[in-house]
């Protein structure tokens, strides 16, 4: 399979515990992105990365949350010391983009993770 | 900031006619504009977009959209619905700068195709 691959599918923890998930990419992609779903809402944005630099950050994303792209290829978005409001579906996507905007691309996203903090 | 409107929650049709899922934006820019469908327990996966060009785009599954930059519109349309088009339809937007490329994702709309 050579989509978006997300670990793992669903994390049950419980509340203060640390979690950490991963995102393979699409191989050749230079953008990844993180966001967070909540039930019926549209994805809302957490950070992006081109190729291993954070680019952008959210204001959702607070102090307990971490994101790394080391090398550039896949990536992993920590979550410390978990409360009930994270609970929430986690979605990566990744796309490829040229220099030029006018090549901006289409993303491409997992499964997701759902997180359920007890 | 750039920000997405998507004005119905829900939209019903019956199998066979026509469907239009609205879509507004409002960007400082240039807009790259984008629709997504959900299937429950899913990820989003990709329709369409327009980026420049022709202001009808077309798309998978038979779906098209029209760009219309005076009234800041992107709806989605579909001559003939199908049950297996009910999901969960996301429009989003990205500016065309060198910042904030990321994509702002609507609140969404459920379809129900209705046999």
């Known amino acids: 399979d050579t989509g978006v691959s997300q670990n793992p599918r669903h994390k049950i923890t419980k509340r203060g515990q640390n979690v950490t998930f991963r995102c393979d990419p699409i191989s050749e992609h230079n953008r990844l992105y993180w966001y967070r779903q909540t039930l019926g809402q549209g994805p809302e944005f957490l950070t992006y990365f081109q190729n291993e630099a954070q680019l952008e950050k959210s204001r959702l994303l607070s102090d307990r949350f971490s994101a790394e792209r080391p090398k550039g290829s896949f990536s992993t978005l920590e979550i410390q010391r978990t409360e009930q409001g994270d609970s929430a579906m986690y979605l990566c996507a990744s796309s490829l983009d040229g220099v030029a905007l006018t090549s901006a691309r289409e993303a491409f996203f997992g499964q997701g993770t759902r997180l359920t903090v007890v | 900031a750039q920000s997405v409107a998507q004005p119905e929650d829900q939209v019903k049709v019956a199998e066979g006619n026509p469907l239009t899922v609205k879509c507004t934006y409002s960007?400082?820019?240039?807009?790259?504009l984008f629709w997504y469908v959900q299937y429950p327990n899913r990820g989003l996966q990709f329709l369409l977009k327009y980026i420049t060009g022709d202001n009808l785009v077309k798309g998978s599954y038979g779906f098209e959209a029209e760009f219309n930059k005076s009234q800041t519109s992107f709806h989605l349309k579909k001559p003939s619905a199908l049950v297996s088009d009910s999901a969960l339809y996301f429009c989003a937007v990205r500016l065309s700068d060198n910042y904030g490329q990321n994509f702002v994702f609507g609140p969404g709309t459920r379809l129900s195709v209705l046999p």
């Open positions: 960007v400082s820019g240039n807009p790259y």
